[in-house]
């Protein structure tokens, strides 16, 4: 097993993530196995109870694992599945020493950071790759070299790198920020410098430079990271500003990493096969046509809090050969002034998931809005049981229809929680999470969709659509044509009579992939085009 540890200087948010997936892209573009972890030095034990607002969207795994957005960022880089465990925190690796010490695995000794921390850290990261079958795993560390937080993380592979035979089984890429100063646009490699110092002042030399700018290094400036760092020339990578992430893989490949590493570890690789992506890239940045769809939700401010539906976007837009502008719309401000301007000149809407009372009135407006006025329309998880309150209120008469989520005592809980779910009191482990089997009803339109009877999809969530109003809904009109398997779940709803109006319990965009979009999202966006160019598909 061969390991890339990828490490951040100078800033945060310098596209680490997308880095580290295309290394992994370009390994896998030349027939190598490759698998990735993300290591977050915070103290959570995973992502399941953070903040979207403050750490961007919570990614769910088939293994129901609530991890680092990331994650799904691996997935649709190298189109593979990962597990929970491919997310390693602080929290998770304190609280294994802490149950071991408390077993007395350590026969006495003296519980420390090193080695038993960093212990702990190699054997998770060596274990996870192992049971993969990978070839080469990508590490990427969280954070910015220099916090107290990240140091026994970087101690410990540090420590793998050492114990592996230096430079033999282990790369580092450490990424930097290379500003640009003054009106002459003097590129500088001060920050550069010192993060890298900073690096080997805790035993790492790094072995490639990827420096982040707004445009291409100079070739004078990538020599002179070069002498600074100690980094041969050809291994400082310039990463200016790509006009998709999707690109990010070719502009790292032109610059020979790709044949860096392979040489460097030694690897057997084949020729190189970036055909399918560079198309699917190029589609991206190339579309023929241009579609308004408005995302109404609560966390409109920050575009990482749904990052997995703006992807799915693109990989719906790439396929459907158009650009999808995602227009943010606060759900507040729709409770508060009715359908803005903004959402009247969306092509479609999607309502996405979300927890809580705030905005839930906005919402159903903004569904009531896109039913009557025939604008295609997708509910996503809450979005889906918006959709089933506001058809509720409407079309079945019951005006204080609700979900106990909201209305603990609303006298129609058309959405609440099963019986099995009432008795759980704690927070955390009550929710249905991850992959699940739905079935689909045949003719429908989700059954044309999907192309089948059965699919996988990822959950998140507590409440469900209460089985009692279910006759009253399919009676009116809003269908459940996708169920779970023992059919007491409801899955997916759609309407009669309109062009494009249908909402999942569970979350499709957590599976869309380039060159596989979300059948949802896709038919949304073609919905979209539909309506604004009067085309078919
Ligand atoms: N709050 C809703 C529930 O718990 C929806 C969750 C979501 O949209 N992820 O069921």
């Not at 071991?100 to 060596?126: A, C, D, S």
Request: with cysteine; proline share 5%; charged share 25%.
């Amino acid at each position: 097993m061969k390991y890339i540890f990828v490490t951040g200087g100078v800033i945060s948010g310098l596209g680490k993530g997308i880095t580290s997936s295309s290394i992994g892209r370009l390994l896998k573009s030349r027939g190598i196995k490759v698998t990735a972890i993300k290591i977050d030095p915070y103290l959570n034990i995973d992502a399941g109870t953070m903040n979207p607002i403050e750490h961007g969207e919570v990614f769910v795994l088939d293994d129901g694992g609530e991890a680092d957005l990331d994650l799904g960022n691996y997935e649709r880089f190298l189109d593979i599945s990962l597990t929970s465990n491919h997310n390693i925190t602080t929290g998770k690796v304190y609280r294994s020493v802490i149950e071991k010490e408390r077993l007395g695995e350590y026969l006495g000794k003296t519980v420390q950071i090193i080695p038993h921390i960093t212990n702990e850290i190699k054997t998770h990261i060596m274990n996870v790759a192992e049971a993969t079958g990978a070839e080469v795993c990508i590490v990427e560390l969280g954070g910015t070299v220099g916090d107290i937080e990240s140091m026994p993380f970087l101690e410990a592979v540090r420590q793998m790198n050492s114990e592996m035979g230096k430079g033999q089984d282990c790369l580092f890429v450490h990424t930097t920020l290379v500003p640009i100063m003054g009106t002459v646009g003097e590129q500088k490699t001060k920050p550069t410098q010192h993060s890298v110092k900073e690096l080997r002042s805790i035993g790492i030399q790094p072995d490639i430079i990827v420096a982040r700018a707004k445009e291409p290094l100079e070739e004078s400036i990538k020599k002179k990271i070069s002498l600074f760092c100690d980094v041969p020339v050809e291994a400082v990578i310039s990463c200016p500003d790509a006009r998709s992430i999707y690109e990010v893989p070719m502009i790292l490949n032109d610059q020979g990493i790709t044949d860096y590493i392979i040489d460097r570890f030694k690897l057997n690789a084949k020729g190189p096969d970036l055909a399918e992506w560079r198309d699917f890239a190029n589609r991206i940045i190339n579309p023929s046509k241009t579609v308004k769809i408005a995302l109404v939700g609560k966390y409109t401010h920050l575009g990482d809090s749904y990052i997995s539906h703006m992807e799915a976007f693109h990989h719906a837009g790439a396929e459907a050969g158009t650009k999808v502008d995602v227009i943010f719309v606060d759900s507040e401000v729709v409770q508060q002034f009715g359908p803005t301007d903004d959402l009247k000149k969306a092509d479609a809407i999607l309502i996405p998931g979300g927890f809580g009372t705030r905005g839930i009135e906005g919402k159903i407006m903004t569904a009531n809005y896109a039913r009557l006025n025939n604008v295609p329309f997708l509910g996503v998880c809450l979005g889906f049981q918006i959709a089933t309150i506001e058809f509720a209120r409407n079309m079945l008469a019951m005006t204080d229809a609700n979900s106990t989520e909201f209305d603990q005592k609303t006298k129609h809980p058309v959405v609440d929680l099963l019986p099995e779910q009432k008795n759980v009191t704690k927070m955390g482990a009550t929710m249905r999470l991850g992959a699940q089997p739905v079935v689909l009803t045949e003719g429908s339109k989700a059954f044309k969709m999907y192309n089948s009877a059965l699919i996988m999809e990822r959950h998140r969530h507590r409440y469900e659509v209460n089985p009692k109003y279910i006759e009253d809904f399919e009676k009116a009109g809003w269908h459940f044509t996708g169920r779970s398997a023992d059919g007491v779940k409801m899955e997916i709803a759609e309407l009669d009579g309109h062009p494009f109006y249908v909402a999942s319990q569970f979350h499709p965009e957590f599976k869309s992939r380039p060159n596989k979009p979300s059948p949802l999202h896709l038919n949304l966006v073609k919905a979209a085009v539909k309506r604004k160019y009067g085309l078919a598909d």
